[in-house]
């Protein structure tokens, strides 16, 4: 099959599942619980991506002093905790790993 062919098949399916939220905004009435069930997706997902990254190194968990990303993550989370500022924390979280990894 033609991988173009899939492309625009998997980007029409993306566009329509999300349009399709955009178009009942508003016009559907979503409970309360489910509202806020909704807000601890962000953070799950993004834990999902982030720790493995941070923990895990050559497929085995990594906990030592020359993990790198590690620290820098610990950085990033300390930058996050006291600036309340997803720019500053991004912005620590990667001075820090540049940082770490020149030492």
Do not use: C
Not at 4 to 28: A, K, N
Not at 59 to 65: E, G, P
């Amino acid at each position: 099959m033609n991988i173009w062919l899939i492309m625009f098949i998997g980007g029409l399916t993306t566009f329509g599942m999300r349009f399709s939220l955009i178009f009942l905004f508003g016009r559907l009435e979503v409970p309360e619980t489910m509202r806020k069930a909704l807000h601890y997706v962000p953070p799950a997902v993004l834990s999902a991506i982030i720790f493995p990254e941070l923990l895990y190194r050559a497929n085995s968990l990594d906990l030592s002093f020359d993990n790198v990303r590690l620290f820098a993550g610990i950085i990033a989370i300390l930058a996050a905790w006291f600036t309340k500022n997803t720019l500053l924390t991004i912005l620590a979280g990667m001075i820090a790993l540049l940082i770490l990894q020149l030492i």
